[in-house]
């Protein structure tokens, strides 16, 4: 394996839509997968503050979750890439090579989502934004 995919979902009572999300990620892992086998996914939700049933729906997926209390999406972000590159430094992995990606538990990823932005890590952007 010469990389790491994080993704990274924050989230904050979003039981309504966290599971399409997570779909979708599911489907941009499989095709990651299909093209990119020297690359392993690691999705990593970071439930913020939850009052709802978000942990339900995150515990119905292959995913780590984790839990905050800050109230803050830029400290549950933290917390995640926090964890995530510990993790993969705690495996011998250089941080430098865990890509992480980040979308929001209201929202959907194309399928072509992580290959295209592996792509662009490997052309040497360092930021993808959009």
Known sequence: MSRVAEVLVPARDEEAVLGACLESVGR??????QE???VRLEVVV?????????A???????????GCAAGRVGAARRRGVEAGLDGAVTRGLPAAAVWVANTDADSE??????TAQLLLAEAGHDLVVG
């Open 28 to 33: 941009a892992g499989r095709r990651l997968a």
């Open 56 to 66: 339900a729906v995150a515990g119905r997926y292959p995913v780590t979750v984790l």
């Open 36 to 38: 990119r086998p020297d």
């Open 109 to 114: 990823v194309p399928d072509h989502w992580l």
């Open 46 to 54: 970071v439930l913020d503050a939850c009052l709802d049933g978000s």
